[in-house]
């Protein structure tokens, strides 16, 4: 089965950081894109960020520039999301999300970590 | 930065054709995807490109692109379509994926 699960989440206080993880299983995890997509307590979707399949290019969302750092470990299948000086805002469930590239479809989703910062 | 503009809800009673626009500077050049959201759930895809349907979505659901507006459109519209749906694209000038602001869809 085609599957991905996050971990990592959880209470956090204004100014610490978090490493959120994503597992990958079912496909071959180094010839996809991967991203993350965040969504705040009622609100809707946000892109994050994006990592290639060798981690040659990498792009986060203008807002998320220097707090975050995507990386993944193909070996491993995992991929991973460092939040660094945590806001209030910053609260949200984080989803992974596979691409074919950039401009694909984001087909296959985890079922998100929940960050909570208070 | 680019935006893409949603309506926040759009009503729709069962049986009917619902549209869901999505609005950017000429979107009508990019690739569009739509996203449907159900309550506790991840997004889930329902459209992507022109109008391809990934492998269990209805051919009820497909998708148009032109100028500055795309659209999601669901004929014959049931409850279980009631969800949350969210555009998106690859804004290739600023390197950064971008969704909608997402539209709530109830359906009477």
């Given at each position: 089965e085609v599957q991905l699960v996050e971990s990592g989440g959880g209470l956090v206080k204004p100014g610490g950081s978090l490493r959120l993880s994503c597992v990958a299983s079912g496909f071959k995890f180094s010839s996809y894109t991967m991203n993350w997509v965040r969504q705040g307590p009622g609100k809707g979707l946000e892109w994050v960020s994006s990592i290639s399949t060798s981690s040659s290019y990498i792009y986060y969302a203008d807002s998320m520039k220097g707090r975050f750092t995507i990386s993944r470990d193909n070996a491993r299948k995992s991929l991973f999301l460092q939040i660094n000086s945590?806001?209030?805002?910053?609260?949200a469930v984080y989803f992974c999300a596979r691409s074919s590239w950039n401009d694909a479809v984001f087909d296959i989703w985890g079922q998100g970590t929940m960050v909570t910062v208070s | 930065s680019y935006v893409l503009t949603q309506p926040p809800s759009v009503s729709v009673a069962p049986g009917q054709t619902a549209s869901i626009p999505c609005g950017g500077d000429d979107i009508g050049s990019k690739t569009v995807h739509w996203y449907q959201q159900k309550p506790g759930q991840a997004p889930v895809p329902v459209v992507s490109g022109e109008s391809d349907r990934p492998s269990g979505i209805p051919e009820r659901f497909s998708g148009s692109n032109s100028g500055h507006t795309a659209t999601l459109t669901i004929s014959r519209v049931e409850a279980g379509d009631e969800a949350d749906y969210y555009c998106q694209v690859w804004h290739i000038r600023g390197d950064q994926g971008v969704f909608g602001g997402g539209t709530k869809l109830t359906v009477l």
């Open positions: 945590l806001r209030a805002e910053d609260t | -």
